[in-house]
Nanobody, 117 residues
Framework: QVQLVESGGGLVQAGGSLRLSCAAS????????LGWFRQAPGKEREFVAG????????YYADSVKGRFTISRDNAKNTVYLQMNSLEPEDTAVYYC??????????WGQGTQVTVSS
């Protein structure tokens, strides 16, 4: 079992930046693919970014490419999402997830990101 706890959300103006962190406990992070998802009010949860356990290949939703960067620190059991050039459309609850094969066998509780125009 992996417990995931996100932090770093908040209120920011359009064009600003935030860095989300997700710390894991219970097991070491290294055997898991790690992902960030988000869910805006009235919308489905969507994939934002992911980083593979092996080799560290990264993947991004088209809507965030060039603005968001995912990274991981296996020594600290932490995954990060650096979000730059934020837009009001990025407003959502952001969730981190860990998966053995896919991205999401385990979920965090979420952190709110609100971008004002």
């Amino acid at each position: 079992q992996v417990q995931l706890v996100e932090s770093g959300g908040g209120l920011v103006q359009a064009g600003g930046s935030l860095r989300l962190s997700c710390a894991a406990s219970g097991r070491t992070f290294s055997p898991y693919n790690l992902g960030w998802f988000r869910q805006a009010p009235g919308k489905e949860r969507e994939f934002v970014a992911g980083i593979r356990k092996s080799g560290g290949s990264t993947y991004y939703a088209d809507s965030v490419k060039g603005r968001f960067t995912i990274s991981r620190d296996n020594a600290k059991n932490t995954v990060y999402l650096q979000m730059n050039s934020l837009e009001p459309e990025d407003t959502a609850v952001y969730y981190c997830a860990a998966g053995v094969v896919g991205w999401s066998d385990y979920w965090g509780q979420g952190t709110q990101v609100t971008v004002s125009s």
